[in-house]
């Protein structure tokens, strides 16, 4: 597995092959749970995820040495490890930043525009207004229309505070 | 989607990419047929194979282009779009050197150096003979052990002719 003593050699080719590797593998998502304690009944989750198995989760590591921040975390259902980088500040100061400078090639750069901009609605904290908080439902439902929610963008404007 | 004229600027950057991309999406795959015009019975197919959904193709276009060979075809059954490099001679004179320069970090290198191998000694026509073909079936059943097999090893050995 190569260390980051190698990526002084070659930094752009990993880089390159982290933005690839995400391209196929990795799930930018925004989802949203019910909190009692946030004003407007709701709270903004946005996430960057990748799963392997765990006996090829070297890239995993790799990455999280790299972006500096995020978990590994062993998913038992499917005997996959998983890594996931869920705090906003880390998202919008390494991981938004990676992928300006190394973008991705097919249409999940869409996804990861969506994201971006749905982060950085958070950081002027608009996820906690009524007004910011549905702008953003409006593009987390644009974004991995084939991924499963727990609820629906009708059930969440409806029970918003 | 950028184009090779893009690559003239970030050559290192695109080819990292590809190999991270295959190291997440890609097959190395050796699999074998029964086929009667063949001396000892049996046809070796190596492939390296990438599938995607059609709507997020790019990165495939793009890989068909760097590597100059193979193929893209639809796949009606789960509605994606694969590609595949079947032809030995474009395996052994563009991919394989490939990813020797750019190579793969996860464990899935071990799968590429015993498909190289394959490659090898079929461009020495050790699969059309008895022994070549037995130490070839020993390799490939070596890989991607969850991939599903028509024939099992002792089927293919036992009906050698």
Not at 6 to 12: A, I, R, S, V
Not at 53 to 66: F, G, P
Request: aromatic share 14%; glycine share 6%.
């Amino acid at each position: 597995m190569p260390t980051l003593k190698d990526l002084k050699h070659n930094p752009l080719y990993i880089f390159g092959y982290i933005s690839g590797y995400i391209d196929g593998e990795g799930c930018f998502s925004v989802s949203f749970s019910k909190r009692k304690k946030i004003k407007i009944g709701w709270e903004t989750k946005p996430s960057l995820s990748v799963s392997q198995n765990e006996d090829r989760a070297q890239i995993l590591y790799l990455m999280r040495e790299i972006f500096g921040c995020g978990f590994l975390r062993r998913d038992y259902s499917d005997k996959t490890l998983k890594y996931e980088i869920r705090s906003l500040n880390d998202l919008t100061n390494k991981v938004i930043p990676f992928f300006d400078k190394y973008p991705l090639i097919s249409k999940k750069k869409k996804e990861f525009e969506k994201f971006r901009k749905i982060c950085f609605l958070m950081m002027n904290g608009k996820h906690l207004t009524k007004n910011g908080f549905k702008r953003i439902t409006k593009i987390a439902f644009e974004m991995n229309p084939s991924g499963k929610r727990k609820y629906s963008l009708k059930e969440i404007l409806k029970s918003l505070r």
